[in-house]
């Protein structure tokens, strides 16, 4: 079992496009949405949720925790809650402080990764991508790959691959 996740979205540029990539392969992910697209699409966040799919919140501008004072850090994460509606909550960049955490826990579960496919590096390429989801996924792994514009050229390049991989390896997909 793993559990495939996408962070950074929605965006019109490349969430439909994942969205029917994942329908082709009949697999339901989970989507860490920041607040301020799901504010400005609307109807993408809606259609991630009518083909089955699970959300969780990101933020509400994708901040960096250890930067940014615990109680801001928590009235941006309540801001997005404003739109998104889910119990689970990624920090962006995973960082996360201790208080932060404390903050946090008693309106979300807080889920972080153990596979980054690092696809929004413009220098890594494809074939890296592929390499780090072949050797670093387990049984219960969680996967991050980036519904964002910069990791759209190399997500559409190592997804379906991935994807394929992952099943003839004898995983098969659940939601958080």
């Known amino acids: ?76 994460v309540a801001k997005a809650s404003q739109y998104i509606s889910s119990d689970l909550f990624r920090p962006p960049h995973g960082q996360i402080t201790r208080k932060q955490i404390e903050m946090l826990a008693p309106h979300y579960r807080i889920v ?19 390499r780090i989801i072949r050797r670093k996924t387990r049984n219960g792994s969680i996967i991050v790959f980036h519904d964002s514009l910069k990791a759209r050229n190399n997500l559409l390049a190592t997804l379906p691959r991935s994807i394929e991989y992952l099943h003839a390896a004898g995983f098969r997909f659940a939601l958080l």
């Open 112 to 130: 972080m990764w153990d596979v980054i496919s690092y696809d929004y590096q413009q220098s890594i390429s494809p074939e890296n991508i592929l």
């Open 1 to 76: 079992m793993v559990y495939l996740t996408f962070d950074d979205g929605p965006i019109p540029e490349l969430t439909p496009i994942l969205l029917d990539l994942l329908d082709e392969y009949g697999i339901k992910a989970t989507f860490f949405c920041v607040g301020e697209n799901v504010m400005r699409y609307p109807q993408l966040y809606e259609e991630i949720i009518a083909r089955g799919h699970r959300t969780g919140n990101h933020s509400f501008n994708h901040i960096k925790g250890f930067a940014t004072r615990s109680t801001e850090y928590f009235d941006n």
